[in-house]
């Protein structure tokens, strides 16, 4: 679970600090493959002495921004997205999340993956009916943005590839989750800039001559994070119209938001989508293939 920042660690974050100028010193890189410094987001993480053992952060231009005594560390991860992981040295599984300035975002215990800024912590949980591990993303505020269970008491394997992606095998099944997403890159553009992709390639109940569209493609928006956020944005208002029609219709108003199928169950975004179209929590159904479970309950029903 996440720690709160401890009197302890506090001590610590008063130790990264604009390093004083002196005589020049002498820098070993970490995280380099053997091809050098490791500069990415043009700051690189070098381990150096002055007094005692300490990582610093350097910038491209070789000044030292902030450092941390290295004895608190065993390991650093480059910068991604502004931020760079820590593994603390007294635990295989504690991390620490650093921006860019220096700043300490939180720390973590019974981390499974961590990168880009986020965090993942993996629970044991166990009641008198179930028992699973829960995995829960934390973004680089804190905030858990994703929660992922074990389809058995066995633990899953998760892991981080890079690039804001996270990958999670469980029992033959790959889930993936994009930090990184067309989401992000929607914010930042205006909304007449905005890609639009409408779904219906193939028709609809109403209108089955009409087809699939994309509009507003800038060279802003020309990229894989922008089509994909753009399909699953057509998708989820396609969905959104159609209970808009029966609203209209019928006065059904929403009380349960239940979602089924690989194309939501695998897609947390998509999810988090759903949700903002609908202002509703969703809930995943209680049985992964709902089609083959369905039949095999109502195969006891008939006599």
Aim: aromatic share 12%; glycine share 10%; net charge negative.
């Amino acid at each position: 679970m996440k720690k709160g920042l401890t009197a302890l660690f506090l001590s610590l974050v008063m130790t990264f600090m604009l390093c004083a100028c002196g005589s020049p010193k002498t820098y070993v890189p970490i995280n380099t493959n053997n091809s050098g410094f490791n500069f990415n987001e043009d700051l690189a993480w070098v381990k150096y002495t002055d007094g005692q053992d300490y990582y610093g952060c350097i910038d491209n231009n070789g000044k030292m921004l902030f450092r941390c005594p290295a004895e608190s560390f065993s390991e650093a991860t480059i910068f991604e997205n502004g931020y760079s992981g820590l593994k603390n040295t007294d635990s295989n599984t504690t991390c620490t999340v650093v921006g860019k300035n220096g700043k300490v975002y939180g720390t973590y215990s019974n981390v499974t993956a961590y990168g880009y800024g986020y965090t993942v912590v993996e629970t044991s949980v166990a009641d008198f009916n179930d028992a699973y591990y829960k995995y829960d993303m934390y973004n680089p505020n804190g905030e858990i943005v994703y929660t992922y269970k074990s389809v058995s008491s066995e633990k899953a394997s998760v892991g981080y590839s890079g690039e804001g992606v996270f990958c999670i095998h469980d029992n033959d099944e790959k889930t993936v989750y994009f930090a990184k997403t067309g989401k992000e890159q929607s914010n930042r553009i205006s909304e007449d800039r905005k890609l639009k992709i409408r779904t219906t390639f193939d028709g609809t109940r109403t209108d089955p001559k009409s087809s699939g569209s994309i509009q507003g493609l800038t060279s802003d928006n020309f990229t894989p994070e922008a089509f994909t956020y753009g399909i699953l944005e057509g998708m989820g208002d396609e969905l959104y119209q159609m209970y808009r029609t029966i609203k209209n219709g019928t006065g059904i108003q929403i009380k349960n938001l239940i979602g089924s199928g690989n194309g939501v169950r695998k897609n947390p975004v998509f999810c988090e989508m759903l949700e903002e179209l609908f202002q509703n929590k969703l809930v995943l159904s209680a049985y992964k293939e709902e089609a083959a479970a369905g039949a095999a309950i109502s195969s006891t029903l008939c006599s």
